[in-house]
């Protein structure tokens, strides 16, 4: 009778509020609304006023604004290193994302939220995600760690009593999460990701080539010829900087071996923490693993040839996920249309959470 009844109420909520569900990710936010899809995906970015503490723009606008602002200006990331670095700001992020995402939609309740944060997160910072979302309008707000969001964001039958494994390559950190029975056996949260690859493209160009490049030119020359293992032909792209000799402009062409030789210590770095969680896994698991293969999300999962690589140095198939940088936010789409069938895998607010690294 009392389930029939919470059902019941559970229908008649929802008819009056949205359901949301958001990634936070340290390159990335994206937001999801039951019924629309994705219908935000900008870069997790915030522009404040360092006189006022105002915050000025988010996400797209706020990137847009970076370098052309006056100096009292600046762009700060709310999650640094899978930490969020300033509650303040985390939730001005959090605010405008339900409200933007509920633009012209919004309903007579305050929506229901589950948000995936990094695996490494403190159960302090999972209070404060949860207090910003509530101080954002959410009526209902759920947690969940972003191994476990893509790992039900790639369908992977995650309540079975088998094992699987999900690697999860983001921009400031990685997440190794090992998945059974509903929820995460074993976790890593990781410093060694997209951000690093960058600037290693920056060190290697200034070493090796006397050439000062940006950030944004590294990530650029990433994407196009980023690679773990030659291919058939050599990739090339124009990069252009300051030549540290002459101080004037000058621009080069960079190869696809050159960005091999910048990245190539981190993606050896990385591939020992993976092993170091495989160490730790139980064999049974591992077996399933073995079997079932390891998963690829997040944008880095995109390096040419990295699921080759890794199943070399691993010993294990590795499959990239169809679409890896909206893994996490499907996943809470998926949470969202069946919050009963995903209780586990949600944190509760009196789990002790404590950083893995
Ligand atoms: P996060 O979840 O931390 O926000 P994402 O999963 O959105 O991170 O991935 C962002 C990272 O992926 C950035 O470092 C970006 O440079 C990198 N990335 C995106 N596309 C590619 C690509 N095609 N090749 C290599 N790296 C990529
Ligand atoms: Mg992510």
């Known amino acids: 009778m009392l389930e029939i ?43 404040v006023n360092q006189k006022t503490g105002q915050v000025v723009a988010v996400g797209a606008q706020a990137k847009e604004m970076l370098g052309r602002t006056p100096a009292h200006i600046t762009a700060v990331r709310p999650i640094v290193d899978g930490v969020i670095s300033d509650f303040e700001i985390t939730s001005e992020m959090l605010s405008y994302l339900i409200n933007k995402a509920q633009s012209g939609h919004t309903k007579l ?10 695996s490494g997160i403190t159960s302090v910072e999972v209070r404060a995600v949860r207090d910003a979302a509530r101080a954002a309008g959410a009526r209902d707000v759920h947690v969940i760690e972003e191994p476990l969001a893509a790992a039900i964001g790639i ?17 400031g950190t990685t997440d190794v999460g090992v998945i059974s029975m509903g929820g995460l056996v074993k976790s890593r949260n990781v410093r060694i ?18 050439l000062l490049i940006g950030e944004k030119t590294a990530e650029d020359t990433k994407i196009a010829v980023a690679s773990v293992a030659p291919g058939k032909v050599p990739f090339e792209v124009i990069i252009r900087g300051r030549d540290l000799v002459t101080g004037l402009p000058r621009e080069m062409s960079i190869s ?7 990245i190539g210590h981190s993606m050896e770095e990385l591939i020992e923490k993976v092993k170091e969680v495989l160490e730790f896994t139980p064999p049974e698991i591992l077996a399933d693993i073995m079997q079932r293969g390891v998963h690829l999300a997040g944008g880095g999962a995109l390096i040419r040839g990295l699921p080759e690589f890794l199943e070399n140095a691993l010993g294990i198939p590795v499959i990239v996920a169809i679409d890896p940088l909206t893994a996490v936010v499907r996943g809470t789409g998926v949470v969202l249309n069946d919050m009963a069938a995903y209780q586990e895998a949600l944190l509760r607010s009196d789990d002790e959470l404590v950083p893995t690294e």
């Open 109 to 118: 309740l305050g929506p229901r939220v589950v948000i995936g944060v990094p």
């Open 155 to 171: 369908e992977l039958p995650i309540h079975e009593p088998r094992g699987s494994m999900v690697i999860d390559i983001g921009g």
């Open 193 to 210: 990701a997209g951000d690093r690859f960058n600037s290693d493209i920056v060190g290697h160009v200034r070493n090796e080539f006397k």
């Open 5 to 47: 009844f919470r059902n019941y109420k559970e229908k008649i909520l929802q008819l009056f509020s949205n359901d949301i569900g958001i990634d936070l990710g340290t390159a990335n936010t994206l937001v999801y609304v039951k019924g629309r899809g994705i219908v935000i995906n900008e870069p997790s970015i915030v522009a």
């Open 256 to 262: 696809d071996q050159d960005v091999r030789n910048a």
